[in-house]
């Protein structure tokens, strides 16, 4: 189990999270987080934004590194949205499952 997200989740103990990687490279930029969460970008904005850091360092190599962890077997992403269907972790497991 992989944390992908940038900031530790609010409110939970970090030996109370049961995780084997904290990969925050992989998760958006500040920028462009805070501008999704703000409400100034939409979903389908975000993604094309964020698909394009996944394709920069050091996202790049984390995303490698994951997709090499699924390789070995399978492969859980830990998120703290409560979206779970417009969230950063469903277009990383995307990312993660094109191969390049």
């Given at each position: 189990?992989?944390l992908?997200?940038?900031?530790?989740?609010?409110?939970?103990?970090?030996?109370?999270?049961p995780?084997?990687?904290?990969?925050?490279?992989?998760?958006?930029?500040?920028?462009?987080?805070?501008?999704?969460?703000?409400?100034?970008?939409?979903?389908?904005?975000?993604?094309?934004?964020?698909?394009?850091?996944?394709?920069?360092?050091?996202?790049?190599?984390?995303?490698?590194?994951?997709?090499?962890?699924?390789?070995?077997?399978?492969?859980?992403?830990?998120?703290?949205?409560?979206?779970?269907?417009?969230?950063?972790?469903?277009?990383?497991?995307?990312?993660?499952?094109?191969?390049?």
């Amino acid at each position: 189990m992989v944390l992908v997200d940038r900031l530790w989740p609010r409110g939970v103990r970090k030996e109370a999270l049961p995780h084997d990687e904290w990969c925050k490279d992989v998760a958006p930029s500040t920028d462009l987080r805070r501008e999704f969460h703000g409400g100034g970008l939409g979903f389908e904005r975000f993604a094309a934004r964020y698909r394009a850091e996944l394709e920069q360092e050091p996202a790049a190599e984390g995303v490698d590194r994951l997709r090499a962890l699924a390789a070995d077997g399978e492969l859980w992403l830990l998120y703290a949205a409560k979206n779970t269907e417009h969230n950063h972790a469903v277009i990383l497991a995307e990312v993660i499952r094109t191969t390049k």
